[in-house]
């Protein structure tokens, strides 16, 4: 287990809360804000503190917030149910989000989608300046070069006054991921060739994970050309729901966590053996990553 390979502990005070982080002997200290190491002799000294190996993206915290339960006028997080309810409020505490209500937009969903647009948007092209990147939200598969074939299938479809085609092929070929990531190749008349399609789930549910993997099916099946990154990203804190949608036949290629580091403490204090070993199980197949691991991903 991380806990007893822990020698040294770090202090990182960042925006709103303060991370604990920490290192393996002799490892070097990195990142943003003020890093203060702190050794010691053993780990019971360390007991009631949090770590976060890599903080939570920054878009991330605005977003957190305590919710009230209307039929019993309890708090809780506003990532969980009851069923991840201990895990998710170990995830606050490591975080400092503070117990009061009504400070996070009441669609955190769309805007975990602005933040992964952003956080995209602006690091990739550091990354690597060429080609020309196009990061958008929403918008339709078949404005790309390997799709564009899907609006004549899907005009035909809803042109069809019978219904037969929609009965013997189904529907809705023409999907929109949450954003997409686009390479402009800025050849006259050619639409540009989509690179990666992003999904943002702020929570999953058993819906949430068949749409994304039906949606992400179309994408592998129907593409005139390269296959692009089919990837997830979501704040959900329950291992097994996570599996839901990380695990199956390579429908999604990976999910990453935006709370990761936090998530893995959570679970390790809060879960249950099978959220544990599912949770194991996820990382060691690099089927859930961390969300920083993205955009590098994606250069790639």
């Known amino acids: 287990m991380l806990r007893k390979a822990i020698s040294g502990f770090v202090f990182r005070s960042r925006c709103r809360r303060i991370s604990a982080l920490f290192l393996r002997e002799g490892s070097e ?17 360390i007991t009631g503190l949090y770590c976060a190996v890599v903080p939570a993206p920054d878009f991330m915290i605005p977003l957190l917030a305590w919710r009230t339960n209307p039929k019993n006028g309890h708090q809780h997080p506003n990532i969980c149910d009851k069923s991840s309810q201990k895990i998710a409020e170990h995830i606050f505490r490591s975080l400092c989000i503070e117990r009061h ?14 933040g992964v647009q952003a956080v995209v ?47 013997q092929i189904g529907r809705d070929y023409d999907v929109d991921p949450d954003v997409t990531v686009g390479i402009d190749e800025q050849l006259r008349g050619e639409k540009p060739t989509l690179h990666a399609a992003i999904s943002c789930k702020w929570t999953l549910r058993s819906d949430r994970a068949q749409n994304v993997r039906h949606e992400f099916l179309i994408l592998t099946r129907h593409r005139r050309g390269r296959l692009p990154h089919l990837v997830a990203v979501t704040a959900e804190p329950l291992p097994t729901r996570i599996a839901s949608l990380a695990r199956g036949t390579g429908e999604v290629d990976i999910v990453y966590h935006v709370l990761y580091d936090e998530l893995i403490a959570a679970v390790e204090a809060e879960g249950t053996k099978e959220q544990r ?18 955009v590098n991903d994606l250069s790639n």
């Open 101 to 114: 209500v009504g400070d996070s937009d009441p669609e955190p969903g769309s805007q975990l989608e602005t």
């Open 29 to 45: 200290t990195s990142g943003n804000g003020f890093n203060v190491r702190i050794q010691f002799s053993n780990v019971s000294d």
């Open 121 to 167: 948007g602006t690091q990739l092209p550091l990354l690597k300046s060429t080609p020309n990147w196009r990061i958008e939200r929403n918008r339709s598969v078949s404005d790309f070069r390997q799709y564009q074939h899907l609006a004549v299938l899907q005009r035909i479809i809803e042109d069809d006054s019978t219904g037969t085609l929609a009965t």
């Open 277 to 294: 070993a599912t949770l194991d199980e996820l990382i060691k197949q690099d089927r859930l990553t961390n969300f920083g691991r993205l």
